[in-house]
């Protein structure tokens, strides 16, 4: 069976057409910039696809890996310009383990190269697929953890991040999906769901991060309920340099501190 846009797919991985972004991960507290997440972007204007599209044509045709594995060497060699300490959160699947192509020690390699130490590095499971069997993700966190890397699961509270996937892990990191930020200010439930997944990373010692902060309402209710850290557009949209959040979320963050 043919894959609608394969061709497409393999002329983009052939010619490593990919470049990698970079978006702010705040502390809320501080204001201080704790990490950044590396994102991906296709290198070429003659191409309709977007990142995730790849990904999605990736699977189908078995070859996960093999784009994973150039948009975290590309992103590790731009990381050697990362401000000293810095997280750098990697986005990998959840199932990558699995596949035969997997390259263990990869990131090791390259990291070393980059000059980037492990214990910077933060590998972000995504839920690009669904991962029922606890065993398998247990795995590939022990994997990582083994290594001296840090984990993080993302899109907590979407899809198929139930609260099971959860406490069935012991994660450095919980990412808060976007539909829960999105107005929290606006509905108590979303606050009350937030007060529960901070209240669970404070008693089992793992920072909670609230993703897809695009206004100043969502960041005052977000530090006045004591969330950890935050990332979005509002603090800094993605960027191929390393840069601080925006003028106007950082002076949001200077009254609220100076308020407490």
Known sequence: MKVKNADEFYKILERKAIYPVFQPIVNLQTGDVAGYEALSRIDRHDTTLMISDLFVIAEQVGCVWKLEKLCRNKALKAAAN??????????????????????????NRKAAKA??????????????????????????????ADQGYEI???DVGAGYSG????????????????????????????????????????????????????TEAELECL???????GQGYFLGRPDRTFKNVRNEAMLVLRRLNNKS
């Open 82 to 107: 990362k401000p000293e300490h810095a997280k750098l959160f990697l986005n990998v699947d959840g199932n990558i383990i699995q596949d035969k192509s997997f390259i263990q020690g990869f990131t």
């Open 152 to 154: 993080a699961l993302d």
């Open 163 to 214: 609260l099971n996937r959860v406490v069935n892990t012991s994660p450095n990191y919980l990412k808060v999906d976007i539909e829960l930020v999105r107005d929290i200010q606006k509905h108590k439930k979303k606050e009350i769901m937030m007060e529960f997944l901070l209240h669970y990373c404070n008693e089992t010692g793992a920072i909670l991060i609230a993703e897809g902060i695009e």
């Open 115 to 144: 000059g980037v130490p492990s214990c910077d590095i933060v590998f972000e499971i995504t839920e690009r697929s669904d991962i029922e069997n606890y065993q398998i993700l247990q795995q590939i966190m022990k994997h990582y």
């Open 223 to 229: 530090c006045r309920l004591g969330v950890h850290y």
